[in-house]
């Protein structure tokens, strides 16, 4: 059984920081790529970030210079840290591996505001 459980997020001004942390287990986690996708109100749920098992990166353009993906499979956990946060970054985080066709973790609240 697979369990994604998303944590970290919160209330922040913009230009503020966050760190959200996604626990995997039920999976071989240092074999899977992994990524976070947010989905904000009344939008479709979007691809952030990947960081596939030899640790190489991708970042959508929207987040790009800004968020930064890592993990540590000793721990089987990936990271997301997010500067300079800005109003529209506000939504539910989700973490995930790729591929993968299974229920989606509930998610961590990310509120920025102006």
């Known amino acids: 059984q697979v369990q994604l459980v998303e944590s970290g997020g919160g209330l922040v001004q913009a230009g503020g920081s966050l760190r959200l942390s996604c626990a995997a287990s039920g999976i071989s986690f240092s074999l899977n790529a992994m990524g976070w996708y947010r989905q904000a109100p009344g939008k479709q749920r979007e691809l952030v970030a990947t960081?596939?098992?030899?640790?190489?990166?991708n970042i959508a353009t929207s987040a790009k210079g800004r968020f930064t993906i890592s993990r540590d499979n000793a721990k089987n956990t990936v990271y997301l840290q997010m500067n300079s946060l800005k109003p529209e970054d506000t939504a539910v985080y989700y973490c995930?591996?790729?591929?993968?066709?299974?229920?989606w973790g509930q998610g961590t609240q990310v509120t920025v505001s102006s």
């Open positions: 960081i596939n098992r030899e640790g190489s990166t």
């Open positions: 995930r591996p790729i591929p993968y066709f299974g229920a």
